[in-house]
């Protein structure tokens, strides 16, 4: 069965529109992990347009303390300040994204040819402190990246499925993104990495990619299901999803 993690931005972008202390981020993530989440993505940029730096260090408390089987996944681009907040954190999983840090949202993957003398050190680092390290990934990368992945030492890559979603209301379209995500994913699994997925994955999308796009780990969806969340909920809405998961 594919995982799903929910990515909690969103929700802090509301709560930050003003002074105030709601939407709560840990009342959310409470929300989510009791309806059957497996875990919390949040993407911490230097601005802190969204998760704060004291969000961080709050769910990772939250998780130890109450959700102790609920993976914690920390995405961003390896700056030095980035890294140190893994360090002190320790999350579960790490997600590095080429992000500029004035990007609204991540929209593309690593080159692991030009990228690999950053990346290589980082992700030796990152696991020696204990985190699996997935690379965010362009949805053609093809057995070409899959192998660079693999020898930069990533556990995991995760799709740019930005793409995909974009594209749905053209079948044609969406059938060629598909194909390119399905290779993609082939080619990993061959190499020995594991494979997530996440970006503009909604419940109209998500069966259509599951079924062209097998053996996906873990998907990472925030703007969806926080969308819907708006109309069902955000209990209803993380059942949903993980019925389309196969949950």
């Not at 730096?53 to 681009?77: C, K, M, T």
């Not at 696991?127 to 390290?133: E, I, L, N």
């Not at 390119?180 to 594991?194: D, H, P």
């Not at 109209?204 to 079924?211: D, G, K, R, T, V």
Request: some cysteine; aromatic content about 6%; hydrophobic content about 45%.
């Amino acid at each position: 069965m594919t995982l799903l993690s929910v990515n909690l931005n969103a929700v802090a972008q509301l709560r930050n529109r003003r002074d105030l202390p709601w939407p709560s981020v840990l009342g959310i993530a409470r929300v989510v992990l009791d309806a059957g989440a497996s875990g919390i993505t949040i993407h911490p940029r230097p601005d802190q347009r969204h998760i704060r730096r004291s969000d961080v260090f709050e769910l990772a408390a939250l998780l130890r303390a109450d959700y102790p089987q609920a993976e914690f996944n920390i995405e961003g681009y390896p700056s030095e300040a980035f890294l140190d907040l893994i360090e002190e954190v320790r999350p579960a999983q790490v997600t590095l994204v080429p992000d500029d840090p004035a990007q609204a949202t991540s929209d593309h993957g690593w080159n692991f040819a030009e990228a690999g003398a950053l990346l290589a050190p980082v992700v030796a680092r990152l696991k020696r402190g204990g985190s699996r390290v997935s690379l965010f990934c362009d949805p053609d990368a093809g057995p070409q990246g899959a192998a660079a992945a693999r020898a930069l030492g990533a556990d995991r890559i995760e799709l740019y499925t930005g793409p995909y979603g974009s594209c749905f209301a053209d079948p044609e379209r969406a059938m060629l993104e598909l194909a390119a995500l399905a290779a993609t994913t082939a080619a990993a699994k061959a190499a020995g990495l594991e494979v997530n997925a996440g970006h503009d994955l909604t419940l109209a999308n998500l069966a259509a990619f599951q079924q062209a796009v097998p053996g996906i780990a873990e998907v990472s969806i925030g703007h969806g299901i926080t969308a819907d969340a708006l109309l069902m909920g955000f209990a209803e809405a993380v059942r949903q999803y993980r019925g389309v998961l196969g949950g």
